[in-house]
C-alpha cells in the first residue's frame, strides 16, 4: 500500500460522475448520463459499476478510506431513503443506501448533494481562503439547494433533511412549486427559474423554444433590459432568501455556487443593496463598524469550485471523518 484515496459520486437527475481522489487531487473520473428513463435499479447498477471501475485501477497499491455517494434530496437519515426527491421522479420511498450497499457488498457514506458541495466550499474553496469552519451555501442550478455547515460539520437537523432553503417561502402565493407549495426561491433563483421568468416577460423569448439561462443571462450583460429584468427579480428573491438565513444564523460565511453563479455580475449588485436594506443583522455585520473588534463580518461571496463541488465534497467527506453508518 502506497496511500489512501477515496471515492466519491455525484448522482444528478441528468448526470452521473464518479471519480478517485488522492493526495488533494480528483486522479480519476467517470462521467455517465443517468438513466432516469431505464429505471432506478439500471441507475444503481450503473453507479455501482463505475465506482468498482475506479477500486480495481487503485485498489492494488492503495487503501479505500471510503465511498460517498452524493444525491438529490430530500433524503432521510440515517436510512438513507429518498422522499419525494423532485429530481428523480419515482424514486420516492426508495431505500438509495441498501440499495447500493447490497450492490457493492460494503457501506458508504450517503449525503444530500447540496451538503457535499458546501462541505468541498469550505475545506478547498471560499471557506479555505478565509479561514472559516462554518458557512451556508445556495447552489443555484435546474433547482436550488442548500447546505450548512456548524463548525465543520454538516447540519442534518433531526431527519437529514436540514437545509432546504430552497423552499423557503419568497413570493407568498407565488409561482407552483415542486414541493408541492407556492412562491418558493427555488421558483425565483433557479436556472429553469430563469427561463420561465423570461418567458413571462416577453413574448419575443416566448416564442424561443431552446431558451436557456446562459441565453438569457448573455442578453442582459449585453443590455437587454427584459433579461436584466429577470436578473433583478433573481437579485431581489436572493436578498429575501438570504435574510431570513442572515437573521436566523448568523454565520461568517454565506456562498453562492452552481451553474447560475455565472451570472454574478448581473444580479449581485441588486442582491447587495436588498440585502443591506432587508437584512439588519447584515447591515451590522457587513462592515464590522457595528460590532466589536474581535467579532467576524457577515461575507457573500460567489462559489468558487463551480459545477465540480458536489463530487469533490464527495471525495473530501471520507478523509473529513471515519465511516460512520447510522450517523448523519
Ligand atoms: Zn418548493
Known amino acids: 500500500m502506497s496511500g489512501f484515496y477515496s471515492v466519491g459520486v455525484d448522482l444528478g437527475g441528468t448526470n452521473l460522475r464518479a471519480a478517485a481522489y488522492r493526495d488533494g487531487e480528483i486522479r480519476e473520473a467517470i462521467a ?182 446562459s441565453d438569457v443571462a448573455r442578453m442582459a450583460a449585453q443590455g437587454n433590459l427584459e433579461a436584466q429584468a429577470v436578473f433583478e427579480q433573481v437579485g431581489r428573491a436572493l436578498a429575501i432568501g438570504l435574510t431570513s438565513l442572515i437573521n436566523v444564523l448568523n454565520l461568517p460565511l454565506y456562498v453562492i455556487g452552481g451553474g447560475l453563479s455565472n451570472a454574478w455580475d448581473i444580479f449581485a449588485p441588486g442582491m447587495m443593496s436588498d440585502l443591506a436594506r432587508f437584512s439588519y443583522i447584515y447591515r451590522i455585520t457587513s462592515t464590522g463598524n457595528g460590532t466589536s473588534q474581535t467579532a467576524t463580518r457577515t461575507q457573500i461571496v460567489r462559489g468558487e469550485l463551480g459545477d465540480k463541488a458536489g463530487l469533490l465534497g464527495a471525495c473530501l467527506l471520507p478523509f473529513t471523518r471515519s465511516v460512520a453508518r447510522g450517523t448523519p
Not at 465511498?67 to 430530500?74: A, C, D, H, L, R
Not at 466550499?121 to 478565509?130: D, I, M, N, P, V
Not at 425565483?188 to 416564442?207: D, F, I, N
Request: negative net charge; charged residues 20%.
Open 32 to 213: 455517465l448520463p443517468t438513466r432516469l428513463d431505464h429505471g432506478r435499479d439500471s441507475v444503481v447498477r450503473d453507479l455501482c459499476d463505475a465506482v468498482r471501475s475506479l477500486m480495481r485501477d487503485f485498489a492494488p497499491d492503495h487503501e479505500c478510506v471510503g465511498i460517498t455517494i452524493g444525491s438529490p434530496g430530500p433524503l432521510e437519515l440515517p436510512a438513507g431513503i429518498l422522499r419525494s426527491p423532485p429530481n428523480l421522479p419515482g424514486w420516492d420511498g426508495f431505500g438509495l443506501r441498501d440499495a447500493i450497499e447490497s450492490n457493492l457488498h460494503q457501506p458508504i457514506l450517503l449525503e444530500n448533494d447540496a451538503n457535499l458541495a458546501a462541505l468541498a466550499e469550505l475545506r478547498a474553496g471560499s471557506g479555505l481562503h478565509s479561514g472559516l469552519d462554518s458557512l451556508c451555501m445556495l447552489t443555484l442550478g435546474t433547482g436550488v439547494g442548500n447546505g450548512i455547515v456548524l463548525n465543520g460539520e454538516v447540519w442534518h437537523g433531526s431527519n437529514g433533511m436540514a437545509g432546504e432553503a430552497g423552499h423557503a417561502i419568497v413570493e407568498p402565493d407565488g409561482a407552483p412549486c415542486g414541493c408541492g407549495s407556492r412562491g418558493c426561491l427555488e421558483q425565483y433563483t433557479s436556472a429553469s427559474a430563469v427561463v420561465r421568468m423570461a418567458k413571462e416577460h416577453s413574448s419575443r423569448l416566448r416564442s424561443m423554444d431552446s431558451l436557456t439561462a
